[in-house]
């Protein structure tokens, strides 16, 4: 299954691992994730404005990438970008008077239609790959893990664009399962975890990361995972400044959902654990998880 | 005139001539047509505008009374000054600097860098511009850099190619310095990060150009020039050296003993002029397009009026080799709109062949310039083997699409995009159909005098860049331009900030040497309604002219 | 020889009016043209440049290679009954009837200093310069202000997200006439973010070939100062020889 991508620009820059873990693991189940040519960021934040019609400009203007290319679906991993295209795909196709203005506007392109749906890798897995066809390609079970999952905002809400029942989700838990981890619930898991903040207000971040982290701790998870770069700032990089503010807090390597399938695969070079402030190497050292696959 | 109708952009009379240009390609394909002998090169530089006679006299004035040199260049080295040295107040000192730079094109824009790299700090350089900064013939520069870098080439085969060119004229100590530093330029470029042209391995395209016996041309597509100089212009801008625009220099100020001390700037815009003393003052002013010597258009820059020369020479620089100019053979001869521009060399070093009306080559592609403008010349007003235009320009066909079977589909676009650009304006694809050319007014081969340090004989003075004289002899190569802006703007900046470490006095100013020049010129009868420098050409309408009067 | 001499008067004469002034005679062909709102007739095949000189300006600010690559003559205009704002170099634009126009010979625009040496070329280099970057809403009114039909907006979204190399590439035929900057909503002066990528790729991202380094170090060495000498010293017929007989590659 081949399906146009749209990375965005933290998987280009600081969230490299997100974008090399998520396009090796989808074609280790046989998706193909294309990167759509000219895209453009997506404006988030700005784009999510609901009253300035010009920053909805942006993300119409990457669904426009893929109607050009004759395809009507586009796939996305970090969860402000997915949110921001979702809603800008969703308003394009209810407003026919914002939809038509927008176009008028942008009179070098070819008119938007209204019909490239929007989706997050996370379904792509649960409704056309199957947890069990993930199962079946694991080779290193995630044994004696006990991974968290973290959905943040941006995957759950507003109601027409979350994937997953936003009170009681599963699909990262479904995930994780098949992966062979050991799955810990939490409360937190989709509570904000300060946003933006992280640049005006950090101790902001640093209380709601505490909250969250300590939380996870508390019920018996050791590692982290989730689906944006955003969240995966505040809660991994901002670890620092918490251990600053709480002394007794003890850190928690938080990773992309994507490279925990990457090594469940044994896609050695796709797993990117270096890209993170709290390493996750000795953890996983320590569980076994890192020594070479027997062929 | 009836009405015209077009076909392609070209005026539907031209088609029969394109039909066989298209038909004759392939078997042209292998038939080039032979090099000339020197005999045959003899017999066809008659009729270049460079030779055939009634186009140049003798100077009547000044340090080189006597030479021969344009009419045009004579009526402006014979002229009376601008300003009246009565009208200015010498007292007060607007800018009072180590180093003045006038003019800012490649040479002048790395003088000012080398000077700063040699202890100058910023605030002791003044670089000054009569249009903007950058706005010079350098940024127009198509062809390339030579530089012998590879280990099949040597400096001694550039050397021998550039004097073989310069038809043995040219000052040997000079021409050395440029060869030997040009590898050193094209590295400097490539630290201040200036983009060549690389194959897939990382090492540099270098191409052929006419004279040249071994590849050595570096280019970044056909916008070589403009990548040299905004990327020396952008360090220049980052250093934040102190920079004039539209003040060009009026006069040179001297001292008693006639050492150059600073110059006359004056605001185009307001009128008002400035004082600037230096005790260094180097002159990159470029060259003498706009003169249009022998009435050809040109393919330089609106500001190129040999202005640079005048003041020097006022001075009593010693001017050489100014009883040659350069005409570019393939000049832009169709649509009117681009007639002179530069059609670079590179086109017939990437395979295009010069045609006339019946599609035929009727000379070898890559002659010195000289030679190659002559046969076009021949071609068109002695064989009238020509196209003539709707303005009644004639010309002759340089067969761009042949570029495409011999470098590869794609290659004009990839490596011309300027130019493909430039007839795509006007309707031409030049990648399908051939384009008309014709000589245009190039380059100025002489100028005021230098050593391989970039002095002149008058203390204070030095130049760099098209302004200077005996790098090229009387015929530069190709490639060699850029090459002699950058070398000699290094050096002169280099040189001149020594002079001033050693520990120069700032001098006196004064303007004796230009009362002393007009004192030669009443000698010589010379009328003072002809004034220099000219600073800009006039292309106002002649009708409207004709109706204009001074009110305010 | 008074052969070449007519020849060099029939050439002069064919070149007249692209020497010295245009005037009137035989021109069959004229338009109206608008310069910042007065009407003049001029002849119909003329650039903007050449028309606003026709018309009896002589350019102070406005020209300078005449040839569409420095961007001095950067032009805006209107056409009749067509509300769309245009953009063009007037050396390279014909004239249209009903053309309303004017130039724009300068763009206020703060360029960043900075010493490449001293830079690290990651993907957080333009935006630490020009951070506005950053505020660029994909509108895409850039691409469309740009006489050399760049695509400005991907070359900003190229610099936003860091990509050093693209945003050199696409950027390459800048002639940093200042339209863009002038016309972006987001007051993003684009060029100066192109030159930046530019300089930073030709140095870090373009590895350094051989060839200089190793004839600069033969030279400072003087491995050609015999030959050098020699030929210095040499005589016009013995330098003719050698030059004919040179191999050429």
């Known amino acids: 299954m081949k399906l146009p991508f749209y990375p965005g620009c933290s998987l280009k820059a600081q969230a490299k691992n997100f974008e090399t873990s998520g396009i090796a693991a989808a074609h280790a189940l046989g998706v193909e994730l294309v990167e759509i040519e000219r895209w453009n960021c997506c404006g988030t934040v700005y784009s999510l404005t609901g009253d300035d019609l010009m920053r909805q400009v942006a993300p119409v203007r990457n669904l426009i990438r893929v109607q050009e290319f004759g395809e009507n679906r586009m796939a996305v991993l970090c969860a402000m970008c997915y949110n921001t295209e979702k809603r800008a795909s969703l308003r394009a196709q209810r407003n026919k008077e914002d939809l038509e203005k927008m176009n008028a506007f942008m009179d070098k392109e070819e008119d938007y239609r209204g019909e490239v749906d929007v989706v997050h890798l996370l379904e792509i897995l649960r409704d056309e790959v199957g947890f069990d066809r993930i199962k079946d390609r694991v080779e290193r079970p995630l044994r004696g893990l006990r991974v968290s999952p973290y959905y943040g905002c941006m995957l759950l809400r507003p109601r027409e664009a979350g994937i997953d029942d936003a009170d009681r989700p599963r699909v990262m838990e479904d995930l994780l399962g098949a992966l062979g981890a050991e799955v810990i619930d939490h409360p937190y898991k989709s509570h904000c975890c300060g946003s933006y903040h992280t640049v005006d207000d950090p101790h902001l971040v640093a209380r709601r990361a505490h909250a969250i982290l300590s939380s996870i701790t508390a019920h018996g998870g050791e590692i982290v995972a989730l689906s944006c770069p955003l969240c995966k700032h505040n809660l991994d990089d901002r670890q620092e400044l918490v251990a600053q503010l709480y002394p007794d807090f003890s850190k928690v390597p938080v990773v992309y959902f994507t490279q925990l399938m990457a090594l469940a695969f044994g896609l050695e070079d796709a797993m990117g654990f270096d890209q993170h402030y709290v390493d996750p190497h000795p953890l996983l050292e320590e569980k076994g998880l890192l020594r070479k696959i027997k062929v | 005139m009836t009405e015209l109708k077009f076909i392609r952009g070209y005026p539907e009379y031209m088609l029969e001539s394109i039909e066989l240009v298209h038909r004759t390609r392939d078997r042209r394909r292998k038939e080039i047509p032979a090099s000339m002998t020197m005999q045959e090169r003899e017999d066809v530089l008659h009729i270049h505008p460079d030779y055939a006679p009634g186009g140049k006299r003798k100077i009547k004035a000044g340090p080189n009374r006597g030479d021969i040199t344009p009419n045009e260049l004579a009526d402006l080295l014979e002229a009376w000054p601008r300003i009246d040295p009565g009208d200015i107040d010498l007292g007060n000192i607007d800018h009072d600097v180590d180093i003045l730079i006038i003019g800012g094109g490649l040479a002048g824009t790395a003088a000012a860098l080398l000077a700063n790299d040699n202890g100058v700090p910023k605030e002791g350089i003044l670089l000054t511009n009569k249009l903007r900064h950058g706005d010079s013939n350098s940024i127009m520069a198509q062809g390339g850099t030579q530089a012998a870098d590879r280990p099949e080439d040597s400096p001694i085969l550039h050397y021998l190619d550039a004097l073989g060119g310069g038809h043995f004229t040219n000052k040997p100590d000079v021409l050395k310095a440029m060869v030997e530093d040009a590898p050193s330029v094209i590295r400097w470029l490539g630290e201040l990060g200036a983009m060549f042209d690389r194959d897939e391995q990382g090492n540099f395209i270098e191409l052929w150009g006419g004279g040249t016996s071994r590849k050595r041309m570096h280019s970044a597509k056909d916008y070589t020039g403009m990548e040299e100089l905004r990327v020396l212009r952008d360090e220049f801008r980052s250093r934040e050296i102190p920079v004039l625009e539209f003040y060009p220099a009026v006069e040179l100020l001297t001292d008693r003993a006639g050492r150059v001390t600073g110059a006359i700037l004056w605001n185009t815009e307001t009128g008002q002029y400035k004082v600037v003393r230096a005790k260094a003052t180097i002159l990159a002013t470029g060259g003498f397009g706009r003169l249009h010597i022998r009435g050809f258009p040109t393919t330089n820059h609106y500001g190129a009026t040999a202005d640079g020369i005048v003041l020097a020479y006022r001075a009593g620089a010693k001017l050489r080799d100014l009883d040659t100019v350069q005409y570019h053979p393939t000049g832009a001869a169709y649509p009117q709109q681009i007639i002179g521009l530069l059609i670079t060399e590179k086109l017939r070093g990437m395979g295009a062949q010069v045609l006339n009306k019946r599609g035929e080559a009727f000379v070898y592609p890559l002659e010195p310039r000289d030679i190659e403008a002559s046969a076009i010349i021949r071609e068109c007003y002695e064989h009238e083997n020509c196209i003539v235009t709707p303005t009644r320009m004639r010309a002759v066909w340089l067969d761009s699409p042949l570029i495409e079977e011999v470098s590869g589909k794609g290659s004009v676009e990839r490596e011309l995009p300027a130019m493909v650009r430039m007839y795509k304006r006007f309707g031409i694809d030049m990648r399908k159909d051939p384009i008309l050319v014709f000589p245009t007014l190039h380059y100025q081969n002489g100028g005021v005098e230098t050593d391989p340090k970039g002095h002149t004989n008058i203390e204070g003075l030095f130049v760099a860049g098209e302004i200077s004289g005996g790098v090229h002899g009387k015929n530069r190569l190709i490639g060699n331009s850029t090459l002699d802006c950058m070398v000699f703007g290094r050096r002169a900046g280099t040189y001149a900030a020594q002079y001033v470490k050693e520990g120069v006095e700032p001098g006196e100013l004064t303007l004796k040497h230009v009362e002393g020049y007009v004192e030669l010129l009443k000698e010589a009868g010379i009328p003072p309604e002809r004034k220099a420098p000219m600073l800009l050409p006039d292309y106002r309408g002649k009708t409207v002219l004709a109706r204009m009067i001074d009110v305010l | ?249």
Request: one cysteine or more; a negative charge; hydrophobic letters at 35%.
């Open chain 3, 1 to 249: 020889m008074s052969d070449e001499k007519s020849i060099m008067e029939r050439i002069r004469e064919a070149n007249k009016a692209y020497t010295t002034g245009l005037d009137d005679e035989g021109i069959e062909h004229w338009v109206t043209i608008y310069l910042m709102g007065k009407a003049y007739k001029v002849p119909a095949d003329l650039t903007i440049m050449q028309a606003i000189e026709y018309a009896g300006y002589q350019f102070i600010r406005g020209s300078g290679c005449r040839a569409g690559f420095c961007g001095a003559c950067a032009t805006v205009y209107r056409k009749k009954g067509d509300y769309k704002l245009h953009a063009a170099l007037a050396c390279q634009t014909r004239v249209e009837d009903g053309m309303y126009l004017v130039q724009i010979p300068f763009t206020p625009a703060e360029k960043a200093s900075y010493n490449i040496n001293k830079e690290v070329p990651d993907e957080q280099v333009l935006l630490k310069y020009y951070p506005e970057i950053a505020r660029c809403v994909s509108c895409n009114t850039c691409t469309k202000a740009c006489p050399q039909e760049l695509q400005v907006m991907d070359y900003v979204q190229a610099a936003l997200r860091g990509d050093l190399q693209k945003t050199a590439e696409l950027s390459f035929d800048c002639i940093q006439c200042g339209l863009c900057a002038l016309r972006c909503p987001a007051e993003i002066c684009q060029y100066h973010v192109g030159q930046l990528a530019r300089r930073m790729y030709g140095k870090y991202g373009l590895s350094e070939p051989p060839s200089p380094a190793q004839r600069i170090q033969e030279i400072e060495q003087g491995r050609y100062e015999d030959q050098f000498n020699r030929l210095m010293k040499m005589g016009r017929d013995e330098l003719e020889k050698l030059y004919n007989e040179r191999e050429k590659e």
